[in-house]
Protein backbone atom coordinates (compact mmCIF):
# COMPACT_ATOMS: atom_id res chain seq x y z
CA UNK A 1 0.00 0.00 0.00
CA UNK A 2 1.05 3.22 -0.91
CA UNK A 3 1.27 5.66 2.34
CA UNK A 4 0.83 9.31 1.40
CA UNK A 5 3.32 12.06 2.71
CA UNK A 6 0.46 14.30 4.77
CA UNK A 7 -1.04 12.19 7.74
CA UNK A 8 -3.19 12.95 10.50
CA UNK A 9 -2.45 15.19 13.56
CA UNK A 10 -1.80 13.85 17.03
CA UNK A 11 -5.35 16.04 17.94
CA UNK A 12 -6.79 14.63 14.80
CA UNK A 13 -5.98 10.69 16.05
CA UNK A 14 -6.92 11.39 19.61
CA UNK A 15 -10.66 12.93 18.17
CA UNK A 16 -11.08 9.68 16.59
CA UNK A 17 -10.50 7.01 19.73
CA UNK A 18 -12.43 9.69 21.64
CA UNK A 19 -15.43 8.04 20.34
CA UNK A 20 -14.20 4.52 20.36
CA UNK A 21 -14.10 3.79 24.08
CA UNK A 22 -16.05 1.03 24.25
CA UNK A 23 -14.63 -1.07 21.44
CA UNK A 24 -10.87 -0.57 22.79
CA UNK A 25 -12.29 -1.62 26.23
CA UNK A 26 -12.84 -5.47 25.74
CA UNK A 27 -10.05 -7.86 26.88
CA UNK A 28 -11.99 -11.10 25.38
CA UNK A 29 -11.61 -9.61 21.77
CA UNK A 30 -8.81 -7.25 22.44
CA UNK A 31 -9.05 -4.65 19.28
CA UNK A 32 -10.90 -6.49 16.64
CA UNK A 33 -8.85 -4.80 13.58
CA UNK A 34 -5.78 -6.30 14.75
CA UNK A 35 -4.98 -9.61 13.88
CA UNK A 36 -4.52 -11.99 17.05
CA UNK A 37 -5.01 -8.99 19.36
CA UNK A 38 -6.22 -11.45 22.29
CA UNK A 39 -3.34 -14.09 21.92
CA UNK A 40 -0.47 -11.00 21.91
CA UNK A 41 -2.44 -9.50 24.75
CA UNK A 42 -1.93 -12.63 26.62
CA UNK A 43 2.06 -13.55 25.18
CA UNK A 44 2.54 -10.13 26.29
CA UNK A 45 1.52 -10.63 29.63
CA UNK A 46 3.38 -14.13 30.03
CA UNK A 47 6.93 -12.59 28.52
CA UNK A 48 6.49 -9.22 31.14
CA UNK A 49 6.18 -11.79 34.10
CA UNK A 50 8.80 -14.13 32.85
CA UNK A 51 11.34 -11.27 32.37
CA UNK A 52 10.55 -9.36 35.44
CA UNK A 53 8.68 -11.76 37.95
CA UNK A 54 8.71 -9.25 40.61
CA UNK A 55 7.73 -5.97 38.48
CA UNK A 56 6.38 -3.35 40.62
CA UNK A 57 5.72 -0.51 38.36
CA UNK A 58 4.06 -0.45 34.37
CA UNK A 59 3.90 2.44 31.54
CA UNK A 60 1.09 1.34 29.38
CA UNK A 61 1.20 3.54 26.23
CA UNK A 62 -0.84 4.40 24.03
CA UNK A 63 -3.38 2.68 26.93
CA UNK A 64 -6.57 2.88 25.72
CA UNK A 65 -9.20 1.15 27.84
CA UNK A 66 -6.07 -0.22 29.80
CA UNK A 67 -6.42 -3.90 28.11
CA UNK A 68 -2.72 -3.98 28.45
CA UNK A 69 -2.35 -3.10 32.16
CA UNK A 70 -5.50 -5.34 33.20
CA UNK A 71 -3.76 -8.54 31.59
CA UNK A 72 -0.54 -7.58 33.41
CA UNK A 73 -1.88 -7.24 36.73
CA UNK A 74 -3.81 -10.76 36.43
CA UNK A 75 -0.20 -12.21 36.38
CA UNK A 76 1.58 -9.59 38.18
CA UNK A 77 -0.61 -7.86 40.88
CA UNK A 78 -0.44 -4.18 42.36
CA UNK A 79 1.46 -2.80 40.13
CA UNK A 80 1.73 0.86 40.26
CA UNK A 81 0.41 1.82 36.66
CA UNK A 82 1.03 5.04 35.01
CA UNK A 83 -1.35 5.44 31.95
CA UNK A 84 -0.45 7.56 28.95
CA UNK A 85 -2.61 8.41 25.64
CA UNK A 86 -3.80 11.15 23.44
CA UNK A 87 -7.08 10.58 24.03
CA UNK A 88 -8.88 11.73 27.46
CA UNK A 89 -11.98 9.61 27.10
CA UNK A 90 -9.57 6.40 26.59
CA UNK A 91 -7.65 7.68 29.89
CA UNK A 92 -10.39 8.08 31.67
CA UNK A 93 -12.18 4.47 31.35
CA UNK A 94 -8.45 3.58 31.75
CA UNK A 95 -7.88 4.66 34.93
CA UNK A 96 -11.55 3.61 35.98
CA UNK A 97 -10.37 -0.07 34.90
CA UNK A 98 -6.99 -0.26 36.40
CA UNK A 99 -7.95 1.48 39.56
CA UNK A 100 -10.12 -1.18 40.60
CA UNK A 101 -7.74 -4.05 39.62
CA UNK A 102 -4.33 -2.85 41.56
CA UNK A 103 -3.37 -2.12 45.07
CA UNK A 104 -1.09 0.48 43.74
CA UNK A 105 -0.89 4.05 42.38
CA UNK A 106 -2.32 4.57 39.27
CA UNK A 107 -1.08 7.70 37.55
CA UNK A 108 -2.82 8.82 34.13
CA UNK A 109 -1.39 11.32 31.61
CA UNK A 110 -2.65 12.49 28.27
CA UNK A 111 -0.15 13.45 25.87
CA UNK A 112 2.23 12.04 23.03
CA UNK A 113 5.47 10.20 23.75
CA UNK A 114 7.04 12.36 21.85
CA UNK A 115 6.93 15.07 23.74
CA UNK A 116 5.71 13.79 27.40
CA UNK A 117 9.03 13.83 30.09
CA UNK A 118 9.23 9.66 31.49
CA UNK A 119 12.59 10.10 32.90
CA UNK A 120 15.05 7.95 34.13
CA UNK A 121 14.82 4.40 35.34
CA UNK A 122 11.26 4.73 36.41
CA UNK A 123 9.67 1.32 35.26
CA UNK A 124 10.13 -2.26 35.60
CA UNK A 125 7.74 -2.85 32.35
CA UNK A 126 7.09 -1.15 29.26
CA UNK A 127 3.91 -1.99 27.00
CA UNK A 128 2.50 -0.81 23.54
CA UNK A 129 -0.29 -1.79 22.00
CA UNK A 130 -0.96 -1.03 18.37
CA UNK A 131 0.40 2.82 19.08
CA UNK A 132 4.03 3.15 17.71
CA UNK A 133 2.91 3.41 13.66
CA UNK A 134 1.61 6.96 14.23
CA UNK A 135 5.80 7.61 14.61
CA UNK A 136 6.66 9.08 11.49
CA UNK A 137 10.39 9.92 10.69
CA UNK A 138 13.05 7.63 11.57
CA UNK A 139 14.38 9.76 13.84
CA UNK A 140 11.29 9.62 15.83
CA UNK A 141 11.32 6.07 16.42
CA UNK A 142 15.44 6.61 17.13
CA UNK A 143 14.28 9.31 19.81
CA UNK A 144 10.91 7.32 21.05
CA UNK A 145 13.37 3.89 21.63
CA UNK A 146 16.24 5.35 23.39
CA UNK A 147 13.33 7.20 25.43
CA UNK A 148 11.72 3.85 26.33
CA UNK A 149 15.15 2.32 27.01
CA UNK A 150 16.11 5.44 29.26
CA UNK A 151 12.81 5.17 31.21
CA UNK A 152 13.24 1.09 31.81
CA UNK A 153 14.94 -0.18 35.13
CA UNK A 154 17.86 -2.39 34.50
CA UNK A 155 16.35 -5.90 34.15
CA UNK A 156 13.23 -4.09 32.76
CA UNK A 157 11.24 -4.76 29.47
CA UNK A 158 9.81 -3.38 26.56
CA UNK A 159 7.16 -5.24 24.55
CA UNK A 160 4.39 -4.25 21.52
CA UNK A 161 2.31 -5.21 19.67
CA UNK A 162 1.51 -3.40 16.12
CA UNK A 163 0.31 -2.94 12.62
CA UNK A 164 3.88 -3.79 10.78
CA UNK A 165 5.11 -3.27 7.00
CA UNK A 166 7.75 -5.54 5.92
CA UNK A 167 11.08 -5.27 3.55
CA UNK A 168 10.13 -7.12 0.53
CA UNK A 169 7.71 -5.39 -1.57
CA UNK A 170 5.38 -8.78 -2.77
CA UNK A 171 5.91 -10.05 0.57
CA UNK A 172 3.92 -6.55 1.79
CA UNK A 173 1.44 -7.17 -1.32
CA UNK A 174 0.70 -10.68 0.05
CA UNK A 175 -0.09 -9.76 3.64
CA UNK A 176 -1.99 -6.51 2.91
CA UNK A 177 -4.07 -8.66 0.70
CA UNK A 178 -4.56 -11.26 3.20
CA UNK A 179 -5.50 -8.47 6.20
CA UNK A 180 -7.83 -7.29 3.20
CA UNK A 181 -9.74 -10.89 3.10
CA UNK A 182 -9.74 -10.69 7.18
CA UNK A 183 -11.47 -6.95 7.45
CA UNK A 184 -13.91 -8.43 4.95
CA UNK A 185 -14.72 -11.55 6.72
CA UNK A 186 -14.97 -9.41 10.28
CA UNK A 187 -17.23 -6.75 9.16
CA UNK A 188 -17.75 -6.27 5.18
CA UNK A 189 -15.71 -4.46 2.17
CA UNK A 190 -17.04 -1.19 3.49
CA UNK A 191 -15.52 -1.81 6.83
CA UNK A 192 -12.86 -3.10 5.31
CA UNK A 193 -12.58 0.23 3.44
CA UNK A 194 -13.46 2.15 6.47
CA UNK A 195 -10.32 0.63 8.46
CA UNK A 196 -7.87 0.99 5.30
CA UNK A 197 -8.73 4.63 4.82
CA UNK A 198 -8.10 5.23 8.33
CA UNK A 199 -4.75 3.69 8.29
CA UNK A 200 -3.95 5.72 4.87
CA UNK A 201 -4.77 9.05 6.83
CA UNK A 202 -2.87 8.25 10.58
CA UNK A 203 -0.35 5.45 10.16
CA UNK A 204 2.87 5.35 9.42
CA UNK A 205 4.06 1.56 9.90
CA UNK A 206 7.76 -0.09 9.60
CA UNK A 207 8.68 -3.24 9.13
CA UNK A 208 9.41 -5.68 12.68
CA UNK A 209 12.84 -6.25 11.32
CA UNK A 210 13.69 -2.69 11.26
CA UNK A 211 11.69 -1.95 14.55
CA UNK A 212 14.25 -4.76 16.37
CA UNK A 213 17.09 -3.15 14.61
CA UNK A 214 16.46 -0.12 15.88
CA UNK A 215 15.75 -1.68 19.56
CA UNK A 216 18.88 -3.37 19.33
CA UNK A 217 20.26 0.30 18.65
CA UNK A 218 18.76 1.84 21.23
CA UNK A 219 20.54 0.02 23.84
CA UNK A 220 18.25 -3.26 24.38
CA UNK A 221 19.75 -6.47 24.12
CA UNK A 222 18.22 -9.57 23.83
CA UNK A 223 15.52 -8.58 21.49
CA UNK A 224 12.54 -11.23 21.02
CA UNK A 225 9.56 -11.81 18.40
CA UNK A 226 7.00 -13.17 20.18
CA UNK A 227 4.00 -13.55 17.12
CA UNK A 228 3.76 -12.57 13.64
CA UNK A 229 0.58 -12.66 11.57
CA UNK A 230 -0.09 -10.72 8.63
CA UNK A 231 0.91 -7.01 8.82
CA UNK A 232 1.00 -7.59 12.84
CA UNK A 233 3.26 -8.32 15.42
CA UNK A 234 4.41 -8.54 19.27
CA UNK A 235 8.39 -8.65 19.81
CA UNK A 236 10.30 -6.08 22.38
CA UNK A 237 13.36 -6.19 24.18
CA UNK A 238 15.06 -6.45 27.68
CA UNK A 239 17.43 -3.67 29.72
CA UNK A 240 20.58 -5.50 31.12
CA UNK A 241 20.51 -5.65 34.67
CA UNK A 242 23.18 -2.84 35.88
CA UNK A 243 23.30 -1.25 32.15
CA UNK A 244 23.68 2.63 32.07
CA UNK A 245 23.34 4.01 28.60
Not at 14 to 42: E, H, K, P, W, Y
Not at 151 to 180: F, K, N, Q, T
Not at 223 to 244: D, I, Q, R, S, Y
Request: glycine fraction near 10%.
Amino acid sequence: MTLPQHKSTPATIAARFDALVDAFSNRDTGQRTAIDSALCLDLIARAAKACVPDAASLLDLGCGGGNYSLALLDVMPDMDVTLLDLSGAMLQRAQQRVGTATAGKVIAVQGDVREVVLGEARFDVIVAGAVLHHLREPSEWDTVFGKLYRALRPGGCLWIHDLVEHESAAVSGIMWEGYSDYLTALGGEAFRDKVFAYIEEEDTPRPVTWQLDRLRDAGFEPVELLHKHGPFAAFGGMKGAGTVR
